[in-house]
């Protein structure tokens, strides 16, 4: 099993432009979560799915966009980069139960210049 | 959000010394969940905690739940360099549902 594989693991965007980050998970879990790091502020939830055509957000969803058509990928689409989502951006998946730990994937580093 | 305050921020201490990190809420928290991050790395599951006054260990590592559901502690004896990392507590509450919202993180140095 791979787990969660992220991709890109780097990229450099300018002010204006459009990328998706994907992500996708081969343990069949139902829940689906992105999150963003930036140094002092711990990890903050952007969007998160409790299952194929569920989607809802968390603290920090403004800028992004998510959908879930298949229970692997959960793709994070930034619609118009700022310098402002520089950031390292995580996606995780676990069981839908509350119970269920996350597994994380390794992460994408974004820069918007 | 973030209504759990993590501290310390930074710990650093000589190997062979403790280390603990807190999580204090101010609402009553369905479970908790621990973390550590390696530098360049990912977050890893280490432990959850769901029932009141719960203790759990883990080698060196020891886990506890408060009574009242309003904090918790990771705390690490002998440090060795191998502890380095950031340790974040990761909670979920009555009204958060499936979602976990994550501690600010303490980043721990250990020095040889």
């Known amino acids: 099993n791979a787990g969660v594989t992220q991709t890109p693991k780097f990229q450099v965007l300018k002010t204006g432009q459009s990328m998706t980050l994907q992500c996708a998970q081969d343990?069949?879990?139902?829940?689906m979560s992105w999150y963003r790091q930036d140094p002092g502020m711990g990890l903050r939830l952007i969007h998160y799915?409790?299952?194929?055509?569920?989607?809802d957000q968390g603290e920090v969803p403004n800028g992004y966009n998510v959908s879930r058509s298949t229970t692997e990928d959960f793709p994070l689409r930034l619609l118009s980069a700022a310098p402002s989502q520089t950031s390292v951006y995580f996606c995780?998946?676990?069981?839908?139960?509350?119970?269920?730990?996350?597994?994380f994937g390794n992460g994408t580093r974004l820069t918007v210049t | 959000g973030q209504q759990v305050m993590q501290i310390p921020q930074y710990q650093h201490v000589q190997e062979g010394e403790d280390f603990t990190t807190y999580c204090n809420s101010s609402?009553?928290?369905?479970?908790i969940q621990w973390y550590k991050q390696r530098p360049g790395g990912h977050p890893v599951f280490l432990i959850q905690?769901?029932?009141?006054?719960e203790v759990k260990k883990q080698k060196r590592l020891t886990f506890q739940f408060g009574e009242a559901k309003k904090n918790s502690s990771l705390h690490i004896t002998a440090t060795q360099t191998t502890d380095v990392g950031t340790y974040f507590c990761?909670?979920?509450?009555?009204?958060?549902?499936?979602?976990?919202?994550f501690g600010t993180g303490t980043s721990l140095t250990v020095i040889p």
């Open positions: 609402t009553t928290l369905s479970n």
């Open positions: 905690l769901v029932k009141s006054g």
């Open positions: 995780a998946s676990g069981e839908r139960h509350r119970n269920s730990p996350l597994h």
């Open positions: 799915s409790v299952g194929a055509g569920i989607t």
């Open positions: 343990m069949n879990h139902e829940y």
């Open positions: 990761a909670y979920a509450t009555s009204n958060t549902g499936n979602q976990f919202y």
